[in-house]
């Protein structure tokens, strides 16, 4: 059964860091690419960055670039999202996500889902 699990949300002050973990299991795939996405209350759900497993390539959402950094640890199965200079408009709940059989990131529908951790950046 594939899993993901996020972890390391919390409160923090505008300009503070946080880093993101993303857990996952029971991958049987060889290509895939593991994404971050965020939704803000009233607000759609939209895409961060994205990792694939195949060559590292990443990719960044304009508003996070510079900011956001995403790396992967093959042997611990985790994606981590170290996160800088946060804003309080970085405030939502962070998920992360994997489209299978792919090797580049783009825009997919992926296929399986964490259950999100919240970030809150005040001001």
């Known amino acids: 059964e594939v899993q993901l699990v996020e972890s390391g949300g919390g409160l923090v002050q505008a300009g503070g860091s946080l880093r993101l973990s993303c857990a996952y299991s029971?991958?049987?795939?060889?290509?895939?690419?593991i994404g971050w996405f965020r939704q803000a209350p009233g607000k759609e759900r939209e895409g961060v960055s994205c990792?694939?497993?195949?060559?590292?390539?990443?990719a960044y959402a304009d508003s996070v670039k510079g900011r956001f950094a995403i790396s992967s640890d093959n042997v611990k199965n985790m994606v981590l999202l170290q996160m800088n200079s946060l804003k309080p408009e970085d405030t939502a709940v962070y998920y992360c996500?994997?489209?299978?059989?792919?090797?580049?990131?783009?825009?997919?529908?992926?296929?399986?889902w964490g259950q999100g951790t919240q970030v809150t950046v005040s001001s």
């Open positions: 029971g991958f049987t795939f060889d290509d895939y690419v």
């Open positions: 996500a994997t489209r299978v059989f792919v090797t580049n990131c783009g825009d997919y529908d992926y296929d399986y």
């Open positions: 990792i694939s497993n195949s060559d590292g390539s990443t």
